[in-house]
């Protein structure tokens, strides 16, 4: 691998961990304003939202432009969003705003490695990049802990700094001022990231056309039978995973009695399991063989449900271990059998735009719903069990529809071959 991937990876690093740990300052900001329980749910939601809206325009923009320009574009986008809360601005607005930065920014770090990369090394760079995300969310997730701990942000105002001082007055304001600097340092690897060369002449600019092709693209998938079975399984397992976090969150704090700087050890276990179980599906689960896992998915929102059985650390932990095993196991196989569908039937870039416009609308509705359950004060052992249960019954429902799209598929050869 040469500098430039290097540059890219830890431009990515960077950028992401300060992404993971944003969410729990965002949350510990909302929580010291006493706002509603119902509005964390929203938060991310805030997030995610860009997601769905500029998805037929990100990646024209990617494209308009050398990628590192655009990643640089999208940090900066990023600081400006943080920095909004030292306005005045509310926590939902400004964290929207971040979203917005992270929304550019997903087509340029994926589609650089196109242009920087021989064919041969593209696996193996996506490995690389796809590893260092889930370690830095991990790192993000207990480096938020730290930052909402009665020792983060405090600290840094307790240093009395002559410049600092005068701009800080609050722990939070503290955090946030470290989460900038963190998203600089991003923006200033974007800067080393080389020119690959690439051009892209022609660049569609109406959008009348762009969400005209969009759609055909989402059509195109949807309608065929491999495709729709593992878009089917990313979306749900996307939009399921959002809402588990917070969900965790709020149950460590009722079941566990643990505050936000101590539940996001948890979050960190579930995406450690989930971690070893992609890596453990990725050398034991051949492509041609990916649509066995399914039912892992059903056995995954049954265990949820125990989490209402809980009410120790002991017991936590090795559960969400589990939980987050079985979704890395049966959500990279499909994964992977998505993208090479996209390719056959699309480009890459146009089957990673629908595949992130269908996992983040999942999200943006799946914690609308969490939301609403909040703000109707539903009991949380029940919200988890209607979580769970829900989530084994969508799998089991995918699963007929597979069987089905399978048995069609063999009745129209047997025809073909007595026809011949």
């Given at each position: ?269 579930f995406a450690v399991g989930v971690a070893a179980g ?40 090795p559960l969400l271990m589990l939980i987050g095993l ?95």
């Amino acid at each position: 691998m040469n500098r430039g991937f290097y540059t890219i990876m830890a431009a990515q690093f960077f950028s992401s961990l300060a992404d993971s740990a944003l969410l729990f300052v965002a949350i510990d900001l909302l929580a010291a304003m006493n706002a509603p329980p119902s509005l964390i749910p929203l938060l991310k939601l805030s997030f995610v939202l860009f997601y769905v809206l500029l998805a037929p325009f990100v990646g024209a923009f990617a494209d308009s432009m050398l990628k590192g320009r655009v990643m640089f574009i999208a940090n900066l986008i990023k600081v400006f969003g943080c920095g909004l809360v030292f306005a005045g601005v509310h926590p939902l607005m400004a964290y929207a705003v971040v979203g917005f930065g992270a929304a550019v920014y997903s087509p340029a770090k994926y589609g650089i490695l196109t242009e920087l990369l021989p064919a041969e090394k593209l696996v193996i760079a996506n490995g690389w990049i796809e590893g260092l995300t889930v370690l830095s969310i991990i790192l993000g997730t207990a480096f938020g802990g730290v930052l909402v701990s009665p020792i983060g942000g405090a600290w840094l105002v307790n240093l009395h700094l002559p410049v600092v001082e005068s701009l800080i007055s609050t722990p939070t304001q503290a955090s946030l001022t470290i989460l900038i600097g963190v998203y600089v340092l991003a923006s200033l690897f974007n800067l080393g990231i080389p020119d690959t060369g690439a051009r892209y002449d022609h660049q569609e600019r109406n959008p009348i056309k762009l969400v005209t092709d969009f759609a055909n693209c989402s059509a195109t998938l949807w309608k065929d039978k491999l495709g729709q079975i593992s878009l089917a399984v990313t979306t749900l397992f996307w939009g399921a995973g959002a809402t588990l976090q917070l969900i965790v969150i709020k149950w460590a704090e009722r079941s566990l009695q643990m505050p936000l700087d101590k539940s996001t050890g948890l979050i960190g276990i579930f995406a450690v399991g989930v971690a070893a179980g992609a890596a453990a599906a990725a050398k034991m689960i051949p492509l041609k063989k990916s649509l066995t896992v399914i039912p892992l998915g059903v056995i995954m929102g049954l265990v949820v449900t125990s989490m209402t059985l809980v009410h120790s650390v002991t017991l936590a932990v090795p559960l969400l271990m589990l939980i987050g095993l079985l979704s890395g196991f049966f959500v990279v196989p499909m994964n992977a059998l998505l993208q090479h569908r996209g390719h056959v039937l699309m480009s890459a870039g146009h089957s990673i735009a629908v595949q992130n416009f269908n996992e983040n609308l999942s999200i943006l509705c799946m914690l609308a719903l969490y939301s609403i359950m909040l703000a109707l004060n539903v009991d949380l052992n029940l919200i988890i069990v209607v979580f769970g249960l829900s989530l084994a019954g969508i799998m089991y429902l995918i699963g007929r529809r597979h069987a089905a799209n399978q048995r069609e598929h063999d009745s129209l050869k047997l025809i073909g071959e007595h026809k011949h």
